[in-house]
């Protein structure tokens, strides 16, 4: 099985914030399609707790030097981030 092919694959658990690196989703699954909303990020708010990038079901969010980065393949628009984010720094907005 290869991970680039099949990317519920063990390298994309690994790469992106899964399960092996403390992420809270396994992730791994292409549902960007499913989204109407998406999360739009404060960086300005964000303190960097990380608490979005462990809750994520879909591991969608990343650490990244200015805040949770995002990849828009694997979100689902859930709102989850933005429920859990401390600071509301996180708002889901219609795509
Ligand atoms: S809305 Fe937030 S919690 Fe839900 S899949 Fe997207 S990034 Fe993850
Ligand atoms: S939960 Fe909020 S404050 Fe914490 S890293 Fe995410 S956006 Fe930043």
């Not at 990317?7 to 499913?34: A, E, N, Q, T």
């Not at 990244?64 to 933005?82: I, N, S, T, W, Y």
């Given at each position: 099985?290869?991970?680039?092919?099949?990317?519920?694959?063990i390298?994309?658990?690994?790469?992106?914030?899964?399960?092996?690196?403390?992420?809270?989703?396994?992730?791994?699954?292409?549902?960007?399609?499913?989204?109407?909303?998406?999360?739009?990020?404060?960086?300005?708010?964000?303190?960097?707790?990380?608490?979005?990038?462990?809750?994520?079901?879909?591991?969608?969010?990343?650490?990244?030097?200015?805040?949770?980065?995002l990849?828009?393949?694997?979100?689902?628009?859930?709102?989850?981030?933005?429920?859990?984010?401390?600071?509301?720094?996180?708002?889901?907005?219609?795509?």
């Amino acid at each position: 099985m290869s991970g680039e092919k099949y990317p519920f694959g063990i390298k994309g658990l690994v790469g992106r914030g899964g399960l092996l690196s403390g992420g809270g989703g396994v992730g791994g699954m292409y549902v960007g399609d499913w989204r109407v909303f998406t999360p739009k990020i404060d960086y300005e708010k964000c303190t960097k707790c990380w608490l979005c990038v462990a809750y994520c079901p879909e591991a969608a969010l990343s650490k990244g030097e200015e805040g949770p980065q995002l990849d828009p393949r694997f979100c689902k628009g859930c709102g989850v981030c933005a429920n859990e984010c401390p600071v509301k720094a996180i708002e889901m907005v219609r795509e």
